[in-house]
């Protein structure tokens, strides 16, 4: 009853704009009245629904002889009200007891109720008013908002004799009529082989139709629908002799032209007095709009073209929209009901979500805005809802672990507390403290650490390993580069050496012999701290009791890499035990946010940075500018400071005109500054070389490091004041953040120089970004709107599955419920065993499934 009622309202919003004149359809309301009762009638659900039908009947009938605007104007008040008081009711019911309402005839086959199919008895409306129907009370939660959202008994196809058919929807598209070989090769192209992935094959976008307007306010360029009568057609035939046929349409407010090409055949379907109804975009010819070839069709038409919401499809060549809609329209009609839902009928309608097959249906054809909105909603949440099932799982798998307790007397803990060279943060503090009582448990610990870059993980997490090491177990921490790797060994054999414990560097560069050595003081537990690379989760690599495993940049690692550094654990009367695990990150994530997505994890967050930062100035400049940025590197140099200069690419292979670092290192170390000690670093150095550029650079003995983005994260140098970061529009705003971090680290006054030349759009955006704020969050929240949640969390790295609908920065609140209701449900039935979670169960592997393949 909805289309009817949204079309009605269109009339009257119109009536009401247009001054009651009665001149919203052609030929008066009386004759939409008409017209609109005998649709309404077939889509009434209910007594009510048909007592509404013949208020409306009454009113539109009578509408003319109505004295005056104002009486008018309350005749159509009162329908407005009563077509609301419907909705309430209907969304009402929609809880208590599951109404069933087809969305578009079009698409559910099944009949409707009895009491629909009786023609309306002429004295319900006086007798039984809509407006005696009580509006239920007992709602458990507001209704999302006035319109009903209609929530459907769960596989009730019974009734209807339309099955879940999951065998029938594996065919291939072929099975369906009018897909002949042809179309069907166009499909496979477009990724729809099965009927199934066919019908989750949603339109690119919608050209709404359902924007009716009086041609009297017709504006050029936009996209509207009218209703009028044709008054005159014919053909003409234009100078290069093609035929062109011109109707003129009018709607009591006015008249327009529209104007069809090569369609001779045109005139014949247009005579004049027809009504019609016609959707397109308003254009101008000769001073005058006029519609170009626009869709239209009779009035009474099922409206398929015109009047609604129409899908616009992702094309191939050969394949053209209309029949692309076609081949949708009989696909989705015949199989969307037969698609199995396995949501479960509790949660469909606590949440009011739309059943399966009614969103794909509504995606395809929506019947309105509205429901084009719940459609999408439904599928967001079966997305996160499943993804929220996985995290729950992989909560518990951790959990069920053995884990061993880490505890050291607090006098010792103090005493490594005073060998530290600074004081710590009030975050810091906080956060050792719940890495304590974390590992004092015998449960693995599984925590996220998140602090902006710069704000101090390192110490954090060199706490965490002295405890481990001073309890007798092993620690191991995990860096995405050599470069890092090699930075936290030196740094953390300082702070460590001096207390008495062995730590070792192992990477992929350690010599054979070295190794050899490292594998051996490992596995006999004499090296008690392990710093690396990817070389410490190779299989060669054994713990005599590793107890704490830090993985830090955890974002440049994937979800396997991870999981091979937690097996290291050992085994207690063989029974394996896992070490504590410490992930870092400072991609900073909003933190309702953080604790939807890593759900299998604890999280702290380090929200402080250490005293006497300042900000950092940021400035973009012009590849014509360059000269400034190296006198400002020159004076900042002169002052006893250390600079960075970033070149993206490295490998030669790569065909982007990019500065090369090792030609620039070459032009900046002899032209530009010849009396500055300027170092390099690339990739493609071999480590030695690296290192030695890194610790040269370190130590002060160079005053500028020429480097690509291999120092990208982690690198501390507090010395350094200066990074230039040469083609910055090829980097991502994370990244350019990153860089930005390798400066400010001290107590100087530190600045980014930005160089990028006719940079898109895109660029733009993020370079003044960068430009605006020092923060991570915000910066974090830019990114993630300007590319996008899959993109944002790195889909390799995170092991995320892909999201299609739903969106992580703007779905929060359905992402609460689907975290809400995956934790109950995975209370209930953790290995979805029960019958009725089956498909769930399937769906939650094959969803998971779909991310693993990728990482
Ligand atoms: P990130 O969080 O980016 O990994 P680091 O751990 O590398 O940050 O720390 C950044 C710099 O701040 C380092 O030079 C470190 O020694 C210094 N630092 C860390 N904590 C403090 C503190 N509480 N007071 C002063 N300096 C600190
Ligand atoms: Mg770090």
């Not at 039908?53 to 109505?66: A, K, P, R, T």
């Not at 009563?82 to 578009?104: F, H, L, T, Y």
Request: glycine residues 6%; hydrophobic residues 40%; aromatic residues 6%.
């Amino acid at each position: 009853m909805e289309q009817a009622l949204k079309r009605l309202e269109r009339v009257l919003e119109l009536e009401k704009q247009q001054g009651y004149q009665n001149k919203a359809v052609v030929g008066g309301i009386r004759q939409f009245a008409a017209f609109w009762v005998s649709q309404a009638n077939e889509e009434a659900g209910d007594e009510s629904d048909l007592a509404l039908v013949e208020q409306v009947s009454q009113v539109l009938v009578d509408y003319s002889h109505l004295p005056g605007k104002e009486a008018r104007a309350r005749a159509i008040d009162t329908l407005f009200q009563s077509i609301q008081r419907r909705r309430g009711r209907q969304s009402a019911d929609s809880v208590a007891s599951p109404v069933k309402e087809p969305p578009a005839k079009s698409a559910t086959p099944s009949s409707p109720p009895e009491s629909a199919r009786k023609p309306a008895p002429a004295h319900t409306a006086r007798q039984k008013a809509p407006r005696e129907t009580p509006v239920t009370e007992d709602i458990e939660t507001e209704p999302v908002d006035s319109e009903p959202v209609t929530v459907e008994p769960a596989i009730d196809y019974a009734q209807s004799g339309v099955k879940p058919d999951p065998q029938g929807l594996s065919q291939p598209v072929t099975a369906i009529k009018g897909v002949g070989q042809k179309i069907d090769e166009k499909l496979n192209k477009l990724g729809a082989k099965t009927i199934w992935e066919l019908l989750y094959l949603f339109p690119r976008r919608y050209d709404d139709f359902t924007l009716m307007k009086p041609i009297s306010k017709l504006q050029y360029g936009e996209q509207v629908t009218i209703i009028g009568t044709v008054w005159q057609t014919k053909v003409r035939r234009s100078r290069n002799n093609q035929p062109i046929t011109e109707s003129i349409v009018n709607d009591g407010t006015g008249s327009v032209q529209a104007t069809w090409f090569n369609q001779p055949w045109l005139a014949a379907q247009l005579p004049a007095g027809m009504p019609i109804v016609l959707s397109g975009k308003v254009e101008m010819f000769l001073g005058r709009l006029v519609f170009n070839s626009p869709e239209w069709e009779p009035l009474e038409m099922e409206p398929l073209r015109t009047r609604r919401i129409v899908p616009v499809y992702p094309l191939t060549e050969g394949l053209t929209s209309a029949k692309m809609r076609e081949v949708m329209q009989r696909a989705v009609k015949e199989w969307a009901p037969r698609v199995p839902d396995p949501l479960p009928l509790e949660i469909r309608k606590q949440r009011r979500l739309y059943s399966l097959p009614q969103a794909i249906q509504q995606l395809h054809f929506p019947d309105s805005q509205e429901s084009m909105r719940q459609a999408r909603r439904r599928l967001a949440y079966d997305e996160l809802f499943l993804l929220q099932l996985g995290m729950q799982r992989q909560r518990r798998d951790w959990q069920d672990h053995s884990g061993m307790s880490l505890v050291i007397e607090d006098e010792r803990f103090q005493a490594f507390m005073d060998s530290l060279p600074f004081q710590l943060t009030g975050a810091q503090q906080r956060v050792i403290d719940e890495l304590c009582a974390d590992m004092a448990q015998d449960r693995p610990m599984n925590r996220l650490l998140q602090g902006d870059v710069g704000s101090g993980k390192t110490i954090v997490a060199a706490a965490a390993m002295v405890i481990a090491a001073w309890s007798g177990a092993q620690a191991a921490l995990m860096a995405p580069t050599e470069i890092l790797a090699e930075q936290h060994y030196r740094g953390l054999c300082k702070l460590l050496e001096p207390l008495g414990l062995r730590v070792a560097l192992l990477t992929g560069s350690t010599s054979a012999a070295e190794r050899a050595t490292i594998y051996e003081g490992l596995a006999d537990g004499t090296i008690q701290i392990a710093i690396g690379t990817h070389a410490l989760i190779q299989p060669a690599v054994r713990f005599h009791r590793l107890g704490m495993a830090v993985i830090d940049e955890q974002h440049r690692f994937g979800v396997d890499q991870r999981a091979a550094l937690r097996e290291k654990g050992p085994s207690d009367d063989g029974e394996p035990v896992s070490p504590h695990l410490l992930v870092m990150s400072a991609t900073p994530i909003p933190r309702t946010l953080a604790l939807s997505l890593y759900g299998d994890l604890d999280m702290s967050v380090l929200d402080e940075m250490p005293p006497g930062r300042q900000e950092i100035k940021t400035r973009w400049l012009r590849a014509s500018e360059r000269e400034r940025a190296y006198n400002f590197i020159r004076r900042q140099t002169s002052e006893g400071r250390q600079a960075y200069l970033i070149y993206p690419l490295v490998e030669e292979s790569d065909t982007i005109d990019a500065r090369a670092a090792v030609e620039e290192y070459e032009r900046l170390s002899r032209e530009v500054f010849p009396d500055r000690r300027v170092g390099l670093v690339h990739g493609r150095l071999r480590p030695n070389e690296k290192d030695d550029a890194m610790r040269a650079f370190a130590a002060q003995e160079t005053d500028m490091l020429v480097a690509t983005s291999v120092i990208e994260v982690g690198v501390d140098v507090p010395n350094s004041t200066v990074i230039v970061i040469e083609g910055a529009d090829r980097f991502g705003l994370a990244q350019l953040h990153q860089f930005r971090g390798r400066v400010g680290r001290g107590e100087h006054q530190s600045y980014c120089i930005l160089i990028a030349e006719d940079v898109s759009a895109d660029a733009e955006q993020r370079l003044t970004a960068l430009e605006a704020t020092n923060d991570g969050f915000v910066l974090a929240e830019r990114d993630l709107e300007l590319r996008g949640p899959g993109e944002f969390f790195g889909r390799r790295q995170s092991g995320l599955p892909e999201l299609r609908f739903a969106s992580l920065l703007h779905d929060t609140e359905v992402l609460a419920m689907a975290q809400e209701d995956a934790a109950a449900l995975f209370a209930a039935d953790p290995e979805l065993v029960l019958p009725e979670h089956q498909l769930l169960a399937e769906q939650v592997r094959q969803f998971w499934e779909q991310a693993a393949d990728v990482s």
